[in-house]
């Protein structure tokens, strides 16, 4: 690893660090500060990232006995589905992370997919996948806030985002904008984490599992399904369906089992509990001997409070990573 990105970690941990208390402006430019920080986050993130879930950062509803990797197939091919995606289509993929579920749509439907994305390596990291899967004709990845994308109005066909909206301090201004870049009658789902209903904002366990997420997440605001809903019909759409599909997952493979060490493979390890801590500790060894830059611990322990709490707030039920709402721009 060059001396760069030695230095470039350690300064994105220091921005990171700042997160929780962004300076005051307005609603757009404070929307820019704040990518700008979610950006770092992902900077410290992704190596881990990668290592543990490979291309596609989300979490799926699943099956028993199935496989992480099938669980994701089937929740991208779903969502293709219930877009009626289409051969020819011009589909925009709102914080594509690095292009997983790009390619796996875009497979799937023949549509073209555009991936917008705030972090330049994992822009470059979809780049690259995009060219392995021979897609280049029909996917392409940009560099943009999805608070002001860099589009025009009523440029995509449909539109859909995995887990994406919640690292956003303004969720109407991503809705609006979201609204902006479809044509009439074209239509979005929105798979997103949100606070469920049997979230107790008077009740202190809760309000710290969901501090924790936020904070170790990089989601500044966690909204709860109403407030959700409300931003959507707030930006002008009309919302056909909304589903909390965590809560449809079968019982005996909760969306969280794969931070608590349920999969039973090698390739799960890493998601673990114990590969977790494993992780921690021959990362610090790692920095101490200089091998990895400074701030790379400290990264591995960002995720490791933010996995906990994970599995907390599904275990009490307080929270949701798949809150899917499936929604139209009236014609």
Same mark, same amino acid.
């Given at each position: 690893?060059?001396?760069?990105?030695?230095?470039?970690?350690?300064?994105?941990?220091?921005?990171?660090?700042?997160?929780?208390?962004?300076?005051?402006?307005?609603?757009?430019?404070?929307?820019?500060?704040?990518?700008?920080?979610?950006?770092?986050?992902?900077?410290?993130?992704?190596?881990?990232?990668?290592?543990?879930?490979?291309?596609?950062?989300?979490?799926?509803?699943?099956?028993?006995?199935?496989?992480?990797?099938?669980?994701? =197939?089937?929740?991208?091919?779903?969502?293709?589905?219930?877009?009626?995606?289409?051969?020819?289509?011009?589909?925009?993929?709102?914080?594509?992370?690095?292009?997983?579920?790009?390619?796996?749509?875009?497979?799937?439907?023949?549509?073209?997919?555009?991936?917008?994305?705030?972090?330049? =390596?994992?822009?470059?990291?979809?780049?690259?996948?995009?060219?392995?899967?021979?897609?280049?004709?029909?996917?392409?990845?940009?560099?943009?806030?999805?608070?002001?994308?860099?589009?025009?109005?009523?440029?995509?066909?449909?539109?859909?985002?995995?887990?994406?909206?919640?690292?956003?301090?303004?969720?109407?201004?991503?809705?609006?904008?979201?609204?902006?870049?479809?044509?009439?009658?074209?239509?979005?789902?929105?798979?997103?984490?949100?606070?469920?209903? =049997?979230?107790?904002?008077?009740?202190?366990?809760?309000?710290?599992?969901?501090?924790?997420?936020?904070?170790?997440?990089?989601?500044?605001?966690?909204?709860?399904?109403?407030?959700?809903?409300?931003?959507?019909?707030?930006?002008?759409?009309?919302?056909?369906?909304?589903?909390?599909?965590?809560?449809?997952?079968?019982?005996?493979?909760?969306?969280?089992?794969?931070?608590?060490?349920?999969? =039973?493979?090698?390739?799960?390890?890493?998601?673990?509990?114990?590969?977790?801590?494993?992780?921690?500790?021959?990362?610090?060894?790692?920095?101490?001997?200089?091998?990895?830059?400074?701030?790379?611990?400290?990264?591995?322990?960002?995720?490791?409070?933010?996995?906990?709490?994970?599995?907390?707030?599904?275990?009490?039920?307080?929270?949701?990573?798949?809150?899917?709402?499936?929604?139209?721009?009236?014609?």
């Amino acid at each position: 690893m060059s001396m760069a990105s030695r230095s470039d970690l350690s300064a994105a941990l220091d921005d990171y660090r700042g997160l929780r208390n962004p300076p005051a402006s307005s609603s757009r430019d404070g929307a820019r500060s704040h990518s700008a920080l979610v950006s770092r986050y992902y900077d410290i993130v992704t190596p881990f990232y990668e290592y543990a879930w490979g291309n596609s950062f989300h979490f799926s509803p699943r099956r028993a006995g199935e496989r992480l990797a099938d669980a994701h =197939r089937r929740h991208e091919e779903g969502v293709a589905r219930l877009l009626d995606l289409r051969p020819g289509m011009r589909v925009v993929d709102v914080g594509c992370g690095v292009g997983g579920p790009l390619v796996t749509i875009a497979r799937a439907s023949g549509a073209t997919v555009t991936g917008l994305n705030i972090n330049a =390596r994992q822009i470059a990291i979809g780049e690259r996948l995009v060219r392995k899967a021979g897609l280049e004709g029909t996917c392409r990845l940009v560099l943009g806030d999805f608070t002001d994308a860099p589009f025009d109005p009523g440029q995509f066909e449909a539109a859909y985002s995995f887990e994406a909206i919640c690292h956003t301090e303004d969720t109407d201004l991503a809705f609006r904008e979201l609204f902006r870049l479809l044509r009439p009658g074209g239509e979005v789902a929105i798979v997103d984490w949100c606070l469920t209903g =049997r979230f107790d904002a008077t009740d202190a366990t809760h309000r710290d599992v969901r501090d924790r997420i936020e904070i170790g997440n990089a989601t500044p605001d966690l909204q709860t399904l109403e407030e959700q809903l409300a931003a959507v019909r707030s930006a002008g759409f009309e919302v056909l369906s909304s589903t909390d599909q965590a809560a449809r997952s079968d019982p005996r493979a909760p969306w969280y089992g794969p931070l608590q060490g349920r999969d =039973r493979s090698l390739s799960s390890l890493a998601r673990s509990p114990a590969g977790r801590r494993f992780t921690a500790a021959f990362t610090r060894a790692l920095e101490r001997c200089r091998i990895l830059p400074k701030g790379s611990a400290a990264a591995a322990e960002i995720l490791n409070v933010a996995a906990d709490a994970l599995v907390e707030g599904g275990e009490l039920g307080i929270f949701t990573p798949s809150f899917l709402v499936h929604a139209r721009k009236p014609a």
